[in-house]
């Protein structure tokens, strides 16, 4: 067996008036050994889709295998060799970090020692402090190390590292490593499209219970036929129409986002003199200009034709 997890045609709608589709038909596989990161904005699919896979939320229909077992026949199998932080873990205020990972290792029939999974996720000299006492950094490492204590082959995360400052979550990112370093698989899902990139080997851009595309951050940005994105804000007597730029030399397509005209280009160097020539002969003025690298939220923004933010602008091609 070479997949963590096969979801075949899964679907999950919630009753209601109307009946709510949160996955539609979804098919994926994570290889063993590897991060595979699930992206998209809040209500895309992404936590019904996992839930599904951990067992939590029964599927409508299709199926979802994890280890190559089944949650009808195999859950008690699966529960050994899977751990999970979900999206928002609550942990006894009162108990200290020991204990409460102490608890959470009585939960499997083997595992790791408490103090090991503490080791793990740096947390040595807070072993005895209550969850209270602790920092939101600290207190997701302390959820993550109750996934780990388990000792699973298999690691469900759950946007682990939203609402943290950025020392924390290249902490949790350490951690992620590591762990798949070591042979273990992870399902990350995240809206962090620096943080998919980082870590994920392979990544699933969900949006409205669907799969836009699938490939490693690698390839889904190459896929652009853009590497960059030249960033411009101008003034003048006459606003340009929003499709402004988008002939010129180089430039792949044009969007808006809060007022700041976007342009996905294949060569920088091309598109950029092309684009003050065209500022110049509108008699416009250039108060802003920037240019990065494409990531994968240009991805996103590329199939779903908005950004992940709601209420942007669609894209123009």
């Not at 998209?40 to 077992?69: D, F, H, Q, W, Y």
């Not at 759950?158 to 992620?176: A, F, V």
Request: aromatic share 4%; hydrophobic share 35%; proline share 4%.
């Amino acid at each position: 067996m070479t997949n963590a997890i096969e979801c075949r045609s899964l679907t999950r709608t919630w009753p209601g008036n109307p009946p709510v589709e949160a996955v539609r038909g979804i098919n994926l596989c994570v290889e063993q050994g590897s991060c595979f990161g699930v992206l998209g904005p809040n209500g895309a699919g992404k936590t019904t889709t996992i839930e599904i896979c951990e067992g939590l939320v029964e599927a409508t229909s299709g199926e979802a295998l994890v280890l190559g077992r089944s949650w009808k026949t195999d859950g008690p199998a699966i529960r050994e060799q899977i751990g999970i932080s979900l999206q928002e873990t609550r942990l006894s205020e009162k108990l200290t970090v020991l204990e409460t990972l102490t608890l959470f290792r009585s939960f499997y029939s083997s595992g790791l020692e408490p103090d090991q999974a503490i080791e793990m996720v740096s947390l040595q000299e807070k072993q005895h402090a209550r969850i209270r006492t602790l920092s939101g950094g600290q207190k997701q490492r302390v959820a993550v190390a109750t996934a780990l204590v388990g000792n699973p082959r298999l690691l469900f995360l759950d946007e682990p590292t939203t609402g943290l400052d950025p020392q924390s979550r290249r902490e949790i990112w350490k951690i992620i490593a590591d762990f798949r370093e070591s042979g273990g698989t992870v399902l990350l899902t995240t809206h962090y499209m620096d943080e998919a990139e980082r870590l994920c080997d392979r990544v699933a851009i969900f949006d409205h219970g669907q799969v836009l595309a699938e490939d490693s951050p690698r390839n889904l940005i190459r896929q652009l036929g853009a590497e960059h994105m030249v960033m411009f804000e101008v003034e003048g007597a006459q606003t340009p129409d929003p499709e402004f730029g988008a002939g010129l030399p180089g430039v792949i397509s044009v969007r808006t986002e809060s007022g700041t005209r976007c342009l996905s280009v294949s060569e920088v160097h091309v598109a950029v003199p092309a684009l003050l020539a065209a500022i110049a002969e509108q008699n416009l003025r250039l108060t802003s200009l920037t240019t990065r690298q494409a990531t994968l939220e240009d991805v996103f923004v590329h199939h779903a034709g908005r950004s992940l933010e709601d209420g942007s602008e669609e894209v123009k091609k």
